[in-house]
């Protein structure tokens, strides 16, 4: 059991990789309409960005493929703690591992860290079962851990996280492939307000099933919001749309929260995600 919980004053938050790796304090989204704050992927050894086309539309929605460039934990550490120390919001560090042994290096590293209130983990995409197993029970420690599954995987890995001892399960976006303007294919992430009436399906399900998951995917309203909440999600996160009109959805999705559903345990007037 984690000696940390991860809490958090509002059931929402923002999407790895939509906001950058620290918290901006005069930035076009306001933090206090986030109950935590979740960096960018960060990886062990740098990352540059991925070569090509990283970005396509198609009807409804997009496909990015960055390839999760990051200048590698050691400098990330180095010169982002400090801003992570002041932050006016928990802070979540989005962890991308090769393999168990550099999962754990980081994770011991960040316990030392203060304003970091917890981690999630993302995998390989050629994640199964007992991979999602090994990276969980690597960063086992002080800090609870969220494992975030693909929304498509959710269903056969979430358990497999949990078993292993990840405090709850976030829904990450779906992977698809499109073609290139000058041929070959783009294969990347899928971001779309037309993913959300499967988001809320896998929310349900696993929420009935007595697993804690924070949703995401295709939100881009207030009612969204609350209809994640109302199917059992602890929280919700942001992506795509943080990157059009936070402040409408947030002050709307904000001032909507129920104050005492049954969302996660809570601690004094704090929902909060622990075992």
């Known amino acids: 059991m984690p000696k940390f919980d991860l809490s958090f004053s509002l059931p929402l938050m923002n999407a790895s990789g939509m906001l950058g790796f620290a918290p901006e304090l ?4 306001d933090l206090s309409k986030l109950g935590a704050f979740v960096t960018n992927p960060i990886s062990q050894s740098p990352r540059t960005p991925a070569h090509g086309e990283r970005c396509l539309t198609y009807p409804g929605g997009f496909l990015l493929h960055a390839g999760f460039p990051n200048l590698g934990f050691n400098a990330v550490l180095r010169h982002l703690s400090p801003r992570w120390g002041r932050s006016p919001i928990p802070v979540i560090i989005h962890l991308l591992g090769q393999g168990p042994d550099d999962l754990a290096a ?8 203060p304003g970091v209130m917890g981690l999630e983990l993302g995998f390989p995409k050629e994640a199964g079962v007992e991979l999602v197993k090994a990276f969980v029970r690597a960063v ?3 800090l609870p851990v969220i494992a975030r599954v693909p929304l498509e995987q959710a269903i ?3 358990p497999a996280a949990l078993a292993a001892g990840a405090a709850a399960v976030s829904l990450g976006p779906p992977r698809g492939a499109l073609p290139q303007a000058g041929g070959g294919i783009t294969q990347g992430r899928l971001y779309s307000p037309a993913l959300f009436p499967l988001a809320l399906s896998v929310v349900r399900t696993l929420a009935q099933a007595g697993a804690p998951v924070i949703g995401a995917g295709g939100v881009y309203f207030a009612a969204q919001v609350q209809a994640m909440l109302a199917a059992g999600a602890l929280a919700v996160q942001l992506d795509a749309v943080l990157w059009r009109s936070p402040r409408l959805l947030l002050g709307d999705a904000v001032n909507n929260t ?3 559903q049954d969302l996660a345990r809570q601690d004094g007037d704090h929902f909060t995600l622990g075992k």
């Open 26 to 29: 005069r930035g076009s989204v």
């Open 258 to 260: 129920p104050a005492k």
């Open 106 to 113: 980081m994770a011991q590293r960040l316990e030392a860290v």
């Open 156 to 158: 056969e890995l979430a």
């Open 140 to 142: 086992q420690g002080e």
